[in-house]
């Protein structure tokens, strides 16, 4: 018998065609882009239209998480980036800790065991960045807004993936925990910082755009690879390194470049965006979710009462006259929580021997769901109530952003 054998471009091709279908129609249909790609995921994984898609944590990591929150750091306006990074770094660090303590004590109470709590409210804590980026680009934020919203997505991520390989630590130690959370984020920003700066001063004398984009690209790999070789968060190294590189493009690179890399950074998150949301989709069993529906509940209503202990507190206790932030702001960065491809990546990384996995796992992508598609499309009409919707400064690129 003869064996059919497959292309890789026929699926590569349906990919891109979809892509571009749903973000067409999503434009129309005045849907955020990412709901749409999540629906038409949970549609095509429940009618089995797709084969079984096996992806490990590490490949969603390097391949679409990473390159994603590089295309953020290097986009944040720096000027508002300056003015409220105390709050910022607030809602990243100690902001994502209380979150993932509230989560976890809130999934004790549904009685799950209490490694598989850690790990849950660990996952669950960090607002995903492809998600706001796509939400604050997608709803035309105020750019003061998006900056903060951008800010401390693109970095509490790094955190919540410290604190999941602290709680898959076994058995835990609390000091020897505190001291690798440190280095991890101490290490990660150093070498992300040195690697960026130093790929942006290099490309000081070059006048090819291409070549200048392509250190962008250079810049973000080596950034996570400096920092995995001394034990480091890569995460936070590219992140670190996103902001430097973009630091010192204004005055090293040539106008070309600097619109080059702004043009191959933009295809390259339309792609990674388009394959993340789509992953998700697919990738979460609607009958394992109304299984644990339940649980699920509990979960998000944790998720967001911590969100809303974090907001508030931070904004009410960093605020002031150089960094103002409006109660329908925050009103708006409660809601604006979204989680995502992050949180999936770490599902695919639970211990497969954790108790309860099934449950931790159902926690996890039931909140992600909810923050994706029913946060997503409430977002808009709590932005109309508070007074929010409207056309926003145009986005910021790296030459500009000072």
Same mark, same amino acid.
């Given at each position: 018998?003869?064996?059919?054998?497959?292309?890789?471009?026929?699926?590569?091709?349906? #990919?891109?065609?979809?892509?571009?279908?749903?973000?067409?129609?999503?434009?129309?249909?005045?849907?955020?882009?990412?709901?749409?790609?999540?629906?038409?995921?949970?549609?095509?994984?429940?009618?089995?239209?797709?084969?079984?898609?096996?992806?490990?944590?590490?490949?969603?990591?390097?391949?679409? @998480?990473?390159?994603?929150?590089?295309?953020?750091?290097?986009?944040?306006?720096?000027? !508002?980036?300056?003015?409220?990074?105390?709050?910022?770094? =607030?809602?990243?660090?100690?902001?994502?800790?209380?979150?993932?303590?509230?989560? =976890?004590?809130?999934?004790?109470? +549904? !009685?799950?065991?209490?490694?598989?709590?850690?790990?849950?409210? =660990?996952?669950?804590?960090?607002?995903?960045?492809?998600?706001?980026?796509?939400?604050?680009?997608?709803?035309?934020?105020?750019?003061?807004?998006?900056?903060?919203?951008?800010?401390?997505?693109?970095?509490?991520?790094?955190?919540?993936?410290?604190?999941?390989?602290?709680?898959?630590?076994?058995?835990?130690?609390? /000091? !020897?925990?505190?001291?690798? #959370?440190?280095?991890?984020?101490?290490?990660?920003?150093?070498?992300?910082?040195?690697? /960026?700066?130093?790929?942006?001063?290099?490309?000081?004398?070059?006048?090819?755009?291409?070549?200048?984009?392509?250190?962008?690209?250079?810049?973000?790999?080596?950034?996570?690879?400096?920092?995995?070789?001394?034990?480091?968060?890569?995460?936070?190294?590219?992140?670190?390194?996103?902001? =430097?590189?973009?630091?010192?493009?204004?005055?090293?690179?040539?106008?070309?470049?600097?619109?080059?890399?702004? $043009?191959?950074?933009?295809?390259?998150?339309?792609?990674?965006?388009?394959?993340?949301?789509?992953? $998700?989709?697919?990738?979460?069993?609607?009958?394992?979710? +109304?299984?644990?529906?339940?649980?699920?509940?509990?979960? $998000?209503?944790?998720?967001?009462?911590?969100? +809303?202990?974090?907001?508030?507190? #931070?904004?009410?206790?960093?605020?002031?006259?150089?960094?103002?932030?409006?109660?329908?702001?925050?009103?708006?960065?409660?809601?604006?929580?979204?989680?995502?491809?992050?949180?999936?990546?770490?599902?695919?990384?639970?211990?497969?021997?954790?108790?309860?996995?099934?449950?931790? +796992?159902?926690?996890?992508?039931?909140? &992600? &769901?909810?923050?994706?598609?029913?946060?997503?499309?409430?977002?808009?009409? @709590?932005?109309?109530?508070?007074?929010?919707?409207?056309?926003?400064?145009?986005?910021?690129?790296?030459?500009?952003?000072?």
């Amino acid at each position: 018998m003869m064996r059919l054998v497959v292309s890789p471009l026929y699926p590569a091709l349906g #990919f891109l065609a979809t892509a571009a279908l749903v973000s067409a129609v999503a434009a129309r249909a005045r849907l955020p882009y990412t709901v749409a790609l999540v629906v038409v995921g949970l549609a095509a994984g429940t009618a089995h239209l797709v084969p079984r898609i096996s992806l490990g944590p590490d490949v969603i990591v390097t391949v679409l @998480i990473l390159p994603l929150l590089f295309e953020g750091a290097i986009r944040i306006p720096r000027r !508002h980036l300056r003015t409220y990074a105390p709050l910022i770094l =607030a809602l990243a660090v100690p902001g994502t800790i209380v979150s993932a303590a509230v989560i =976890a004590g809130a999934a004790l109470l +549904a !009685h799950l065991p209490w490694r598989g709590a850690l790990l849950l409210g =660990a996952v669950c804590a960090a607002t995903d960045p492809a998600g706001v980026i796509a939400l604050v680009r997608d709803a035309a934020l105020n750019e003061r807004l998006g900056t903060v919203l951008e800010g401390e997505a693109v970095a509490n991520d790094a955190v919540a993936i410290v604190l999941f390989t602290l709680a898959v630590a076994s058995p835990p130690n609390f /000091g !020897h925990a505190a001291a690798a #959370f440190v280095w991890l984020l101490a290490g990660g920003a150093a070498a992300g910082f040195v690697i /960026g700066t130093g790929v942006a001063y290099v490309l000081g004398g070059i006048t090819d755009p291409v070549v200048e984009a392509i250190g962008s690209l250079v810049a973000a790999a080596a950034a996570y690879i400096a920092a995995d070789a001394v034990h480091a968060s890569g995460v936070i190294a590219v992140v670190a390194a996103g902001l =430097a590189f973009a630091a010192v493009a204004g005055r090293s690179l040539t106008p070309a470049g600097v619109e080059t890399v702004r $043009v191959v950074w933009d295809v390259i998150a339309f792609l990674a965006n388009s394959a993340l949301f789509l992953l $998700v989709g697919l990738v979460v069993p609607l009958p394992l979710l +109304a299984r644990y529906a339940g649980l699920i509940a509990v979960v $998000v209503l944790a998720a967001l009462a911590s969100r +809303a202990l974090s907001v508030y507190g #931070f904004t009410t206790l960093l605020a002031r006259p150089r960094a103002p932030f409006p109660m329908a702001w925050r009103h708006v960065m409660v809601w604006g929580g979204l989680r995502g491809g992050v949180a999936v990546a770490l599902v695919l990384a639970l211990p497969p021997m954790l108790a309860q996995r099934e449950a931790v +796992a159902a926690g996890i992508l039931g909140t &992600v &769901v909810w923050t994706l598609v029913g946060q997503g499309l409430l977002i808009r009409p @709590i932005m109309q109530l508070a007074g929010l919707e409207r056309l926003a400064p145009s986005r910021t690129v790296p030459s500009e952003a000072h």
